[in-house]
């Protein structure tokens, strides 16, 4: 399994920005993808991931990021708005096969990384 994850860049507080991710090399439909992001110092956080049609978030995205998937491009895209300074961070793109998790260690594909920053 191959993932490219693109779209990040700077915006201002309360901005949007869509990030995607790039699936290749299994069949899509058999994974899952999640969407983890680490800010400088800390540690990779679980920000959103989707099975199917299920979708699921961390409380502090919730109602502002939306993770959807394209089955016909083999892609998945993060659709963050109203976007804070604490949403700066590089976000990674990863997949499994087996079950929806908000651990990172559960995941055994992760794409290169696309830097979000916010200003405020």
């Known amino acids: 399994v191959q993932l490219q994850a693109s779209g990040g860049g700077v915006v201002q507080a309360g901005g949007s920005l869509r990030l995607s991710c790039a699936f290749s090399?299994?069949?899509?439909?058999?994974?899952?993808i999640g969407w983890f992001r680490q800010a400088p110092g800390k540690e990779r956080d679980f920000v959103a991931a989707s099975r199917w049609s299920a979708t699921y978030y961390a409380d502090s995205v919730k109602g502002r990021f939306t993770i959807s998937r394209d089955a016909d491009k083999n892609m998945v895209y993060l659709q963050m708005n109203s976007l804070k300074p604490e949403d700066t961070a590089v976000y990674y793109c990863?997949?499994?096969?087996?079950?929806?998790?908000?651990?990172?260690?559960?995941?055994?594909?992760w794409g290169q990384g696309t830097e979000v920053t916010v200003s405020s």
């Open positions: 090399g299994r069949t899509f439909s058999a994974y899952i």
């Open positions: 990863a997949a499994n096969p087996r079950l929806v998790t908000a651990s990172a260690h559960e995941y055994d594909y």
